[in-house]
């Protein structure tokens, strides 16, 4: 059974580039969320995604976007690059919400570098 | 705003001492989370405590949730190098998995 995917592992852009970071959630999930991990620090909610809707949003700007596909695989796109972006990016899947299922997997992460 | 703030950001200890983790947050919550990180790598899900007087144990660390204190605690017994790690507490005031609210971490260092 395979856990959270993401891809790329890494990634180097330069300012006022887009990326796209991938996730694709554990078999039987249904919801993914996105958090930014800025060295040193906690995560940071960005965004919630299911079915193929954005469910609830961190404080980010617009810049940062997203996407669930019908599969429940999700994209999270960053645009006009900055420096400040440069980060570790995880995605998380869980059950469909409000089954009181509580259970939250993380993926292994995209690193992010912005030069 | 809801805010959790955890306690000591760095530890640095002995093997074989005991030391508690503190993890304060600032909005009523059933559900708190507790993770483990490794430099570089991704989190590791450790206790999930859903109620409150909520206790988990699982080797040599033991969660607990006191939801009218708004506190839950990570205690370390005896501890060993393999639990140096980064660990976090993190609330779910929606208990949707969304908007979870993460601690700054515990940096913790066991040494020989």
């Known amino acids: 059974d395979a856990g959270v995917t993401q891809s790329p592992t890494h990634l180097i852009k330069t300012r006022g580039q887009q990326v796209t970071l991938r996730c694709s959630p554990k078999?039987?999930?249904?919801?993914v969320s996105w958090y930014q991990q800025a060295l040193g620090q906690g995560p940071q909610f960005i965004f919630q995604?299911?079915?193929?809707?954005?469910?609830q949003r961190g404080n980010f700007p617009d810049r940062f976007s997203g996407h669930q596909f019908p599969n429940y695989s999700s994209e999270l796109n960053v645009n006009a690059l900055l420096l400040g972006d440069s980060a570790l990016y995880l995605c998380?899947?869980?059950?469909?919400?409000?089954?009181?299922?509580?259970?939250?997997?993380f993926g292994p992460g995209t690193r992010l570098t912005v030069t | 705003e809801l805010k959790v703030e955890q306690n000591p950001l760095f530890l640095s200890m002995q093997e074989g001492k005991n030391y508690t983790i503190y993890c304060n947050y600032s909005?009523?919550?059933?559900?708190l989370y507790w993770y483990r990180q490794d430099p570089g790598k991704s989190l590791e899900s450790l206790f999930v405590?859903?109620?409150?007087?909520a206790v988990k144990q699982e080797g040599r660390l033991m969660a607990s949730l006191d939801t009218k204190a708004r506190l839950s605690t990570l205690h370390i017994t005896a501890a060993v190098h393999d639990l140096s790690a980064t660990y976090f507490c993190?609330?779910?005031?929606?208990?949707?998995?969304?908007?979870?609210?993460f601690g700054a971490g515990t940096r913790l260092t066991v040494k020989p």
């Open positions: 078999s039987g999930h249904d919801t």
């Open positions: 995604y299911y079915e193929e809707e954005e469910r």
């Open positions: 909005t009523t919550s059933d559900r």
């Open positions: 405590l859903l109620s409150n007087g």
């Open positions: 998380a899947s869980s059950p469909t919400p409000g089954q009181e299922k509580y259970e939250q997997y």
């Open positions: 993190a609330v779910d005031p929606g208990y949707n998995n969304n908007d979870m609210r």
